[in-house]
């Protein structure tokens, strides 16, 4: 076996002592001023800084300095938007993100594809189109973070998608953030991977036309937050932004904006109840809807600007989790023509 020890890197950065990062999650603005360069160089350095040598197919030491490379993709969120690059773990995600990605674009999305010794690349794949490389199972643990090989075969390095945006506040025609903005779920501050993830799952399968995180909220590239939305993030817009873009997209199309929120627990503004009734006079009207944590709920500007609407429940519970609450309203509000 071709084992890889050493390849091209930038100058700049330096693969033998890759910086320890201690935070595995951290809040996704942290990441903006990263996205904010120039594209061209951010391109450049996902392209050029850890490019595999395309006559290297098989990896067996944990201590390859891709190897480690990778390992910081899955834990760090300003090295992946740095050079672009997400790992997606395992077979389903990867058949759905590939399968859709190719028959919209028709373009190639993997970078290269690590699978364990002796094990299957899914039918859906053009393999002779693909960096294909045969890693140990050590590696395979190293890479996804997962202990039981059983349950990752395959591995993914993938271009994070077009369809991803980080905007500056102003800086931006809000007419170019979502192709068709009838329905936005717009995310305040959920930094829960699997919450954020589910919501994005949710959104795709209901049709809605994109995803607006707003400050604080997790990166939806995150390992976690990939497994919990299936390769959905790599379906549907997402824009990263401020309530300033938000503002800019409610003044351009007229979107009604309503938040989910408790029945109970707001004395400044009434609370509506999510109705059938609600939900068809809404029917051709375009609107965001923000849904906040579960801990600190929706932020007090997200208070101020929406319209409230509680989710009626027979039970005495307070509140939902925010992902199964999310799911309730985007189905009730989805288009039905």
């Known amino acids: 076996m071709q084992c890889l020890n050493t390849f091209f890197i930038s100058a700049s950065i330096s693969l033998t002592n890759p910086p320890n990062s201690q935070a595995k999650n951290p809040a996704f603005h942290a990441t903006c001023k990263i996205r904010h360069c120039d594209e061209g160089v951010r391109e450049n350095a996902s392209k050029k800084a850890f490019s595999l040598p395309p006559n290297v197919n098989s990896i067996i030491s944990t201590s390859n300095p891709f190897v480690k490379h990778c390992v910081k993709l899955r834990q760090s969120s300003s090295h992946r938007h ?59 643990r190293k890479i996804s973070g997962i202990q039981s090989v059983d349950s990752v075969e395959v591995i993914a390095l993938m271009r994070i998608p077009s369809s991803f945006r980080i905007v500056n506040k102003h800086d931006e025609d809000c007419r170019t953030l979502f192709p068709f903005p009838h329905r936005i779920l717009v995310l305040d501050g959920i930094q829960d991977p699997g919450n954020l993830g589910t919501l994005v799952r949710s959104a795709t399968a209901f049709r809605w036309d994109g995803v607006f995180l707003l400050p604080g909220c997790c990166d939806p590239f995150n390992d976690k937050a990939l497994r919990a939305c299936r390769g959905a993030s790599f379906q549907i817009p997402i824009v990263s932004g401020s309530w300033e873009n938000v503002g800019d997209l409610r003044d351009e199309f007229q979107m009604r904006m309503l938040a989910g929120h408790p029945a109970k627990g707001d004395d400044l503004k009434p609370v509506m109840k999510l109705s059938k009734d609600l939900a068809e006079s809404m029917e051709d009207l375009p609107l965001c809807l923000v849904l906040g944590s579960e801990g600190a709920g929706l932020s007090q500007f997200s208070r101020r600007a929406c319209e409230l609407v509680s989710i009626p429940m027979s039970g005495e519970f307070e509140s939902l989790n925010v992902s199964v609450a999310g799911g309730i309203f985007m189905y009730m509000l989805q288009r039905h023509k």
Do not use: Q, W
């Not at 674009?105 to 364990?116: N, Q, R, S, W, Y």
């Open 82 to 140: 740095l050079h672009g690059m997400v790992l997606v773990v395992g077979t389903t995600p990867l058949r759905e993100i590939y399968s859709s990605h190719m028959s919209e674009t028709g373009k190639p999305i993997i970078e290269c594809l690590f699978v364990v010794d002796n094990c299957s690349i899914p039918e859906e794949i053009d393999y002779k189109a693909v960096h294909v490389v045969e890693v140990s199972p050590e590696v395979i």
